[in-house]
């Protein structure tokens, strides 16, 4: 046990060439942060001719072949691209958590970079993953080589490269708070004062650095200020239950696939082929594509329709899985979140049939703390990277921890896997 006035560090000594090192893997986060950012946008512009705004509704605005003749070609890229990086770099490892929970941290920084590259590339094309997960690898991979400039101890590397991690996340979704508690509660699990400390430091120093390059507004913008009300309280209560055995779902089938994905050159002709699938699929829901960003932003403003809000509940986790399946790497963390968004959206539709007068967008900040913290398990997280995104749910906070607590606590007994454990070797089986 460790008391708030206990002087000691651990294992990991906080000495000065310490702090420097969280200071230069801050800002070397932040600075790739921004880069994966710009090459993510650029993409962007020459798949679908987007040019800011909702990503979504340039891929609504382009004709269904153009959709599909772009995602066969982020198939084949990625297939080519993760096929050579794996077969010629092997040796190094580019998985942050497998590194943080089974070794002591160590990651290859030209094999990370590759897999980010490619994975923010096919991303810009429609691919239906997270883009978080490149600058999360590249904070991580840049304290592993900081480390060894800076001749650290192993417990210290293991503290840095998870401090990396967690400032990527902060860097590129303007949420310096939630990265620093995502490196304690994710990455670490533990709160004690040196690792909070050193959190705080790198996630505040990479996204100071990324504001040089990218807005240091709300990830998702003009969200309203959304009131408490005792439908929604006794709403979060019951929604809590079904988004707890939901995630159970959708964390065993992550899982399961990742257990069971593409390996070697079946790439070739499985990647190209899921993603194919997820285009036709986005014929109808071009919302499917990418990371989930705008779906979630509609559901958050309380756009949608029950029908409508049903499909994308429904189809986001299966589409993901599914290009999880196919090879591709690449993070789950705002599928997931807006697969949470959705859901709370049509709960919460339904629901103002039996008790009217509730905003939709208000469930849809719940549905999204209570998926992202049950799917995470890592509650706290959760809850304030949602609030963090969006700059608002405040006067929500009493429903979203009750809803958060009650998913958590179903995904902690019935499984205790998250969306990262289900992902490591072994793990899915």
């Keep these: 046990m460790e008391q708030p006035n206990v002087t000691h560090d651990g294992d990991a000594a906080l000495t000065p060439v310490f702090w420097a090192a969280v200071v230069v893997t ?16 650029y993409v962007e512009k020459l798949a679908f001719h987007y040019h800011g705004g909702s990503y979504q509704a340039a891929v609504a605005a382009s004709s269904n072949l153009r959709r599909e003749v772009s995602m066969v070609l982020a198939g084949l890229v990625g297939a080519t691209g993760w096929y050579v990086v794996r077969r010629y770099l092997k040796k190094e490892k580019a998985e942050i958590d497998d590194a943080l929970w089974n070794g002591d941290g160590e990651l290859g920084v030209r094999r990370s970079l590759a897999t980010s590259i490619i994975s923010e590339i096919v991303i810009g094309m429609g691919a239906s993953i997270g883009r978080e997960a490149a600058p999360k690898l590249m904070g ?8 060894h400039w800076f001749k650290l101890s192993s417990a210290q590397k293991r503290l840095l490269v998870a401090c990396g991690g967690g400032a990527g996340l902060a860097a590129v979704y303007n949420v310096p708070l939630g990265g620093a508690i995502f490196t304690a509660e994710v990455m670490l699990g533990s709160f004690a004062l040196p690792t ?4 705080l430091a790198c996630s505040f120093v990479a996204t100071m650095t990324a504001w040089l390059f990218l807005p240091s507004t709300a990830t998702y913008v003009d969200v309203p200020n959304y009131h408490f009300s005792g439908s929604i309280m006794v709403w979060s209560v019951v929604a809590g239950a079904v988004i707890g055995f939901l995630a159970v779902f959708f964390v065993r ?14 790439v070739f002709w499985q990647m190209p082929l899921a993603f194919a699938a997820v285009g036709v699929i986005g014929f109808k829901y071009p919302q499917l594509f990418g990371n989930g960003k705008d779906m979630a932003h509609d559901a958050f403003v ?33 599928p997931f979140l807006s697969t ?16 009217p007068g509730s905003p939709v967008g ?25 609030v963090e995104l969006t700059h608002t749910g405040f006067e929500l906070i009493i429903p979203m921890m009750t809803a958060t607590v009650i998913a958590t606590l179903i995904v902690r007994h019935i499984d205790g896997y998250s969306i990262y454990s289900a992902r490591l070797p072994g793990h899915g089986e």
Excluded at 140 to 147: K, R, T, V, W
Excluded at 253 to 266: D, H, Y
Aim: charged share 5%.
């Design 26 to 41: 801050g800002v070397a986060t932040g600075l790739f942060g921004a880069g994966l950012m710009a090459l993510l946008q």
């Design 140 to 147: 991580g991979a840049s304290a592993s080589l900081l480390s």
């Design 196 to 199: 909070v400390l050193a959190a």
């Design 253 to 266: 089938l992550l899982g399961w696939v990742s257990a069971s994905r593409a390996r070697g050159g079946s």
């Design 302 to 334: 309380g756009v949608g329709s029950l029908g409508l809000l049903f499909a994308l509940f429904a189809l986001k986790p299966l589409v993901t899985t599914l290009t999880v399946a196919s090879g591709a790497s690449g993070g789950v963390f705002t």
């Design 340 to 355: 949470g968004a959705v859901l709370g959206g049509f709960l919460g539709v339904a629901w103002n049939h039996v008790w």
């Design 362 to 386: 208000a469930f849809a900040l719940i549905g999204a703390a209570a998926m992202i913290g049950a799917a995470m398990q890592a509650p706290l997280a959760g809850l304030v990277l949602v």
